[in-house]
């Protein structure tokens, strides 16, 4: 596995604006975000390939967020503008070493953080 460190996340008002940050202790194929809101399933919400640099947005955040990657310092960031009450969640960063079938589905990334929470409040 690969150990991932997330950092930003907090409180902000809608509207607003927060970055996340997620550096990787290794090589992987891709890296993404999911979140999770209280009594709702864990879903996807952005993804960006190490290679190709393709990335993949859930619809009800495209527009808004921006997946990017560093690679020197081997860390993805989510840049999350205009954000709504309904974006409150804990946001967990996840990785892939290889591809496992699938870009945006929870049961193919082998690695997680340890979640940092984001809430908007209206």
């Known amino acids: 596995q690969v150990q991932l460190a997330e950092s930003g996340g907090g409180a902000v008002q809608a509207g607003g604006s927060l970055r996340l940050s997620c550096a990787a202790s290794g090589r992987t194929f891709s890296m993404g975000w999911f979140r999770q809101a209280p009594g709702k399933e864990r879903e996807f919400v952005a993804v960006i390939t190490s290679a190709a640099l393709i990335t993949d947005y859930a619809d009800s955040v495209k527009g808004r967020f921006t997946i990017s990657r560093d690679h020197a310092k081997n860390t993805v960031y989510l840049q999350m503008n205009s954000l709504k009450p309904e974006d409150t969640a804990v946001y967990y960063c996840?990785?892939?070493?290889?591809?496992?079938?699938?870009?945006?589905?929870?049961?193919?990334?082998?690695?997680w953080g340890q979640g940092t929470q984001v809430t908007v409040s209206s």
């Open positions: 996840a990785a892939q070493r290889t591809y496992s079938g699938s870009l945006n589905s929870v049961t193919r990334y082998d690695s």
